[in-house]
């Protein structure tokens, strides 16, 4: 019998609710983005993002039952990102997820936000284990080996800057608007030259990353061609800050890889949206011959659907939240199994 999942994410900008079929088909999948709101800040604003939550949560929930054509009735369950994020906004899907599930009695299911990007790629393809997962996003840079479902062992993470939050100061360095990952990605595209900044690789052997250490790199080379009055060159700039980081991620993904000898390698997060980091990635894998899956574009950022991919699995493996759920902005990675 088919089981249905409404699925509601509302970590930091964006309002989504999903409906997801078996926990690999997209019935359907509502975001509301407030992109535009927190453009002006330079980034988002916790407040602002929370009232736009509240004014957004309804309208998704009942657009997304009725794209897809599904009574509450027809539901198995909710799922709904437990954390981490901020913590206001958090608390508004996590109350209209309780409300929801009491009134129809239905299970409610805690989901981690990481967990719902790494199995975005699981509405695509099946997933093979073991497997490595790249996670790349505004406040995430890890490597997950995961020997089975539900099964998450962090071999490495960011120890300062992740990959986006990086991304976007380097873009503010620039004068590019927020959000500044497309632009720099685009920037780096139409550039012939880089300049030349440093790959941080940190002790031999680890698994872990840290990017504030370039990103001073590209305040002090700005700062040095104002004194000498020199012309910077922002594709320049773009494309030597993009070709370390892509570098490093791309490097250390594939040592991990042979290391933990994967069936398959997958990437997740915003930064996945990355051209220039999903190019690397797929020719050095297709060369190494370990399959490579990136999710499209839609499903890179924050969505509804992957937390209702995750939310399944959960479900079929016995995981249930109660209506004393809180929001966890710290919270951590474990398995489930």
Avoid at 11 to 36: H, L, M, P, R
Avoid at 53 to 77: K, Y
Avoid at 171 to 179: G, I, Q, T
Wanted: aromatic share 8%; net charge negative.
């Amino acid at each position: 019998m088919d089981k249905y999942i409404l699925a509601i994410e509302t970590s930091c900008d964006e309002t989504a609710a999903s409906i997801i079929k078996n926990g690999t088909e997209i019935i359907s999948n509502v975001v509301s983005s407030q992109i535009e709101s927190h453009k002006r800040f330079g980034g988002v604003v916790p407040e602002i993002a929370s009232r736009h939550h509240v004014e957004q949560m309804t309208i998704v929930i009942e657009e997304a039952l009725a794209q897809a054509g599904v009574e509450p009735s027809d539901l198995a369950a909710v799922a709904v990102t437990e954390g981490p994020g901020l913590v206001g906004a958090l608390l508004i899907g996590i109350n209209a997820a309780k409300a929801f599930a009491f009134a129809h009695s239905l299970p409610l299911i805690p989901v981690h936000h990481i967990a719902g990007h790494i199995y975005a790629n699981a509405l695509l393809q099946p997933m093979e284990f073991p497997l490595l997962a790249l996670v790349v996003s505004g406040g995430h840079t890890e490597l997950v080996y995961m020997k089975e479902h539900g099964s998450f062992e962090l071999i490495g993470e960011t120890r300062d800057d992740a990959a986006g939050e990086a991304y976007d100061k380097v873009a503010r360095v620039l004068n590019l608007p927020y959000p500044g990952g497309p632009h720099i990605d685009r920037l780096a595209h139409e550039a012939e030259e880089a300049v030349p900044f440093p790959r941080v690789w940190l002790e031999e052997g680890s698994y872990d990353f840290s990017f504030s250490g370039l990103k001073s790199a590209v305040i002090n080379y700005k700062h040095n061609m104002n004194q000498r009055g020199e012309e910077i060159i922002p594709s320049h700039v773009a494309k030597g800050f993009q070709d370390s980081v892509v570098e490093v991620l791309t490097t250390k993904t594939l040592r991990a890889a042979r290391e933990y000898n994967v069936k398959q390698v997958i990437a997740a997060g915003g930064v996945s949206a990355n051209k220039g980091l999903r190019t690397a990635l797929e020719r050095t894998f297709a060369a190494e011959g370990i399959p490579f899956y990136v999710p499209p574009l839609k499903l890179c950022t924050d969505n509804a659907a992957m937390i209702g991919a995750a939310g399944f699995y959960m479900y079929e493996a016995g995981v249930q939240g109660n209506l004393k759920m809180n929001g966890k902005p710290g919270m951590e990675l474990t398995s489930w199994t």
